[in-house]
Every structure is written in structure tokens, then in C-alpha cells.
């Protein structure tokens, strides 16, 4: 066999290399399928108001399967877009006191979606340090000049607004960040793209159902809902139980979007099911306003059994230190029964990965005190295995 017989290598042998560098930094991630019968109590989902189980938002699942089927077929621009998706988005709209709403498939598709169809060559885009991959990610492929500033610092977006030499320009955040539940200071950012004649997309995903009144998130905590220039976007798979993304704002918003945005225009319709699951959870929301309280609360009381800060939304986060002793806590807290989320690099700063507990409004008192003892159990033994490594 000549040398030019040998097989060439695989362009993809670097992946091996790359696979070993992130085990040793305690970077590697693997899938682990939960059983339904697994007996485990969870607290690294994001059902904050306990609704993905709830009896009245799987009948509205199943309704919705049998009267539509299983999905939702093609495009929203061809058949994708049901009687029951135009019904959600109408009383989304009305809920976050917008004057409309268009649901997307995912929530990431709908912050990609809103910032590239708004934002191009030529423009500004001030973003929160805070702000979620999806919101990242739309700055990146919009292909604006982009400005990163310091997480919740207004002052660096007004002085970045101020010093642009752009005409248009958008300022993104989180309303609640997620990695620790800390509430961003919308008004301010607000107030600082209102100055300069910009607009602020502001992604309530771990604000609704938690905040406001009756969970209608930060923006209407603030009086702002339906505000001049500022948009909203949110999920439905969190406090709603279920799947899909939303964008709220003025109808020229809307219209635009389905003209423009590719996120939406090439993806196929959310499936029917999730549309009534999501219909019959804001219903619960509507019913039962108090469920957002109870979430915050529960919140509460468990930050202070495991000596947390007190939490802003429904996230206590207990910072560990490096990936490899947060996992270890977190593997420690699933072998006593409960799921705990585990944020590493580069979801967060290097030195500060940390287990993260999302609280739900369906948890008793004693759930919380049984979570409280597991996890002050888990770190207690974790933090002195390092001490004697040390």
C-alpha cells in the first residue's frame, strides 16, 4: 500500500483531545434520562409553579392532541398556526397588558428571532452582562456592533447609547438572571434606552409566574407593561409547565416578526399540545394569582435553611467553588433523592460553580426541611474531602 493509499485521519480526531480537556477541568456534561417513577424530589427543573403535572394543564394537553393532533404539522406561515395558537397569543397579550403576542416554538428561537429581525449592519446593541445565551446569541447573529457592559450597570449602557455613532440601537437583559435569581434594574435600563431614543428587549423567562402581580413578571411590577419601546419576551416551559417562547409588543412588532423573523418563518408551528397546556396554565395563573407569592415564599425558606442569600425570584443559588466539588455535591444530593442543578464554567465565572436549587410552589414544608438537610449534608461532606486534600 502507498502512503497515498493510508486512510486519511478524520477530520474530527481533535474532538478526543478536546473531550479529555474538558473531563479534566470537570467541564464534561452527559445526558441522564429520569425515570417517572424515580422517586426523586426536583429541584433543578424550571416548573416554578409546579404546573407541568398539574391534572388541569395535562387535560388541556390531551384536548388539544385529540382536536388537533400530535403536531402542529408545518410553518406557522402554512398550516402551523391553529385556532388555538391565535387563542393563546390573544390572551398572552392580555395577561402582560401588551397590545400583542406571537409565540414562537422555544423561547431561544424567540430572543434570536426578535433581535435579528429588529437589529443588522449598522446598528447598536447594548448588552447586559447577565443577559441568557439565546439573548447572546441573537446579538451574535444579528451581525450588529454589539457592547457588552458590566451585569445590571446602567450607567456603562447609557454611556455606550450616548457615544454611539449608529441611529438605531437595542438594549437586551434578563429581568431575573438566572444563574442566581437576582432581579436586573429594568427601570433604569429602560429609563437609559429611553434617554437615547433606543429600544430594550427584556426576557422575562424566570420572571413570569414569579413576579408582578398575579405573576406577570418584573416589567408590570414596574407599571411598564405595554410601554413605549420596550419589548418583551418570556417562555412557556417554565411557570407554565410547557413548551414554546413568547414575544410581546405593539402589533407593528408582531407583524413585522412574522414577516421577518427566520426563527419563526422557517420553524415548524409549536406542537398543539404544548399550546393547550399552556393555555390551560395560564388559566391556573389567572385562578390562583397567589401561586406566585407561594413560589417566592417557598424560596425563602429555603435559603435560609441552607444559609443563602434571600432570593428575588424562585432560584436559590449556593456557590461551591470549582466544577469538580459542585458536582460531587450535587451527585451527593441525587444519591440522597434530590435533583439539584449544577452551573459550571462557562455558564459561569471561573471559581464560582455552584449547585442551584429551583424552588416550586408545590413543595410542603416538609419537602423543604428534607432538601435543606440533603444538600447542608452534601456540602458538609464535600467541603471537608477538599480540606483533607488540602
Not at 423543604?368 to 488540602?390: G, I, M, P, W
Request: hydrophobic share 45%; aromatic share 4%.
Amino acid at each position: 500500500m502507498n502512503a497515498s493509499d493510508s486512510p486519511r485521519p478524520s477530520a474530527l480526531d481533535w474532538l478526543v483531545e478536546a473531550a479529555r480537556v474538558r473531563d479534566a477541568e470537570g467541564l464534561h456534561r452527559t445526558l441522564a434520562p429520569r425515570r417517572a417513577d424515580d422517586g426523586v424530589l426536583n429541584l433543578a427543573s424550571n416548573d416554578y409553579l409546579g404546573l407541568s403535572t398539574d391534572p388541569r394543564v395535562i387535560a388541556g394537553a390531551i384536548e388539544a392532541v385529540q382536536t388537533w393532533g400530535a403536531g402542529a404539522t408545518a410553518s406557522r406561515l402554512v398550516t402551523g398556526t391553529t385556532a388555538l395558537h391565535a387563542a393563546l397569543e390573544r390572551e398572552l397579550a392580555e395577561f402582560l397588558g401588551t397590545a400583542s403576542a406571537l409565540v414562537f416554538s422555544s423561547g431561544y428561537l424567540a430572543n434570536v428571532g426578535v433581535i435579528t429581525a429588529l437589529m443588522g449592519r449598522g446598528d447598536l446593541i447594548v448588552s447586559d452582562g447577565g443577559a441568557h445565551a439565546s439573548l447572546i446569541d441573537g446579538c451574535r447573529l444579528s451581525r450588529a456592533r454589539v457592547v457588552v457592559v458590566d451585569r445590571g450597570d446602567h450607567e456603562a449602557v447609557r454611556t455606550a447609547l450616548r457615544e454611539r455613532t449608529e441611529d438605531r440601537a437595542m438594549v437586551v437583559t434578563d429581568s431575573v438572571y438566572s444563574i442566581d435569581g437576582a432581579v436586573a434594574p429594568v427601570a433604569e435600563l429602560y429609563a437609559a434606552a429611553r434617554e437615547h431614543g433606543a429600544l430594550i428587549v427584556v426576557d422575562e423567562a424566570h420572571a413570569l409566574g414569579v413576579r408582578g402581580r398575579g405573576g406577570r413578571g418584573v416589567v408590570d411590577e414596574l407599571g411598564l407593561s405595554g410601554a413605549v419601546d420596550l419589548i418583551v419576551t418570556a417562555v412557556l416551559s417554565k411557570s407554565f409547565g410547557s413548551q414554546g417562547g413568547l414575544v410581546a409588543g405593539p402589533t407593528t412588532l408582531r407583524d413585522h416578526l412574522v414577516d421577518r423573523a427566520r426563527s419563526f418563518i422557517f420553524d415548524t408551528g409549536l406542537a398543539p399540545a404544548a399550546v393547550g397546556a399552556a393555555r390551560a396554565a395560564l388559566g391556573v395563573l389567572r385562578a390562583e394569582p397567589d401561586l406566585c407569592d407561594r413560589v417566592r415564599e417557598n424560596a425563602r425558606r429555603l435559603a435560609t435553611a441552607c444559609g443563602a442569600e434571600t432570593p428575588s425570584a424562585a432560584v436559590v443559588s449556593l456557590i461551591i467553588g470549582e466544577p469538580a466539588a459542585a458536582l460531587e455535591v450535587a451527585r451527593r444530593c441525587l444519591a440522597d433523592g434530590v435533583a439539584v442543578g449544577c452551573f459550571r464554567p462557562p455558564s459561569v465565572p471561573p471559581g464560582t460553580s455552584r449547585i442551584r436549587l429551583t424552588v416550586r410552589a408545590d413543595l410542603g414544608a416538609k419537602e423543604l426541611d428534607r432538601v435543606a438537610a440533603v444538600v447542608t449534608r452534601a456540602r458538609t461532606a464535600v467541603a471537608a474531602t477538599d480540606a483533607v486534600r488540602r
